[in-house]
């Protein structure tokens, strides 16, 4: 069965700070893999995804993302933080249909002034 | 385009209670999926509607159910509610279409039980 980590729950940077959002998967097959956004009171959003092709995935608002299969990882990464990008971000894989989607269990990003 | 609808957007309703959930999938999506979102528990799948079938489905007691309709537009439906199902309800939506394999959300169903 799949499984997704984030390492840590919350996430605290200063405005125009990198960030830096980790994801880890366990899958016995490359899965597809998400970055999705949900501000308060709304649902998710799609911020990117890698499905084939090129690992460096680049995404709304700026963010990108770098599958790296060695590491089974898939972090989420934006170079300079905005008060706007506060929100809590979720990573998520599916199977290679496009099916049985498994979320991480987010990561709450706060951006200090 | 129309994105994912879901209404109503808050409910609230007492223990023992029976509760019709709302989801409207962006137009020539069939695929509908219902997750439960919970301080605790995080994101986690109901099940997953394809073309009036149920596909996919996740860990959750009989209580609750779903169906979809010929337009796939889908239902949940969660009978005998405990204080426990609070939670916001959302419902996603996702196309077969080749290269397209993201799920679209909705807003969500905020539900309080009491």
């Known amino acids: 069965a799949q499984s997704v980590t984030q390492l840590g729950s919350h996430v605290s940077v200063s405005e125009g700070a990198l960030v830096l959002l980790r994801c880890n998967y366990s899958s016995s097959v490359p899965p597809y893999l998400f970055w999705y956004v949900q501000y308060p009171n709304q649902g998710l959003q799609l911020l990117l995804k890698y499905t084939t092709g090129a690992t460096l995935v680049k995404g709304i608002n700026g963010f990108e993302a770098e599958f790296k299969k060695s590491e089974t990882s898939f972090h989420l990464t934006k170079p300079s933080a905005h008060m706007s990008d506060a929100a809590e971000y979720f990573c998520a894989v599916s199977d290679l249909r496009g099916q049985n989607f498994v979320f991480g269990p987010g990561t709450r990003l706060s951006v200090l002034p | 385009k129309a994105g994912v609808t879901q209404t109503p957007r808050y409910l609230i309703k007492t223990r023992g209670q029976q509760v019709t959930l709302s989801c409207s999938p962006i137009?020539?999506?069939?695929?509908v999926s219902w997750y439960q979102q919970t301080p605790g528990q995080g994101l986690q799948f109901l099940f997953e509607y394809f073309s009036e079938t149920q596909r996919n489905k996740g860990n959750f007691p009989g209580r609750f159910s779903g169906r979809q309709f010929s337009n796939s537009r889908s239902e949940m439906n969660v009978s005998t509610l405990e204080l426990g199902d609070s939670a916001l309800y959302l419902c996603?939506?996702?196309?077969?279409?080749?290269?397209?394999?993201?799920?679209?959300f909705g807003p969500g169903t905020r539900l309080t039980v009491l």
């Open positions: 996603a939506s996702s196309s077969t279409a080749a290269g397209s394999n993201e799920q679209f």
């Open positions: 137009s020539g999506h069939r695929s």
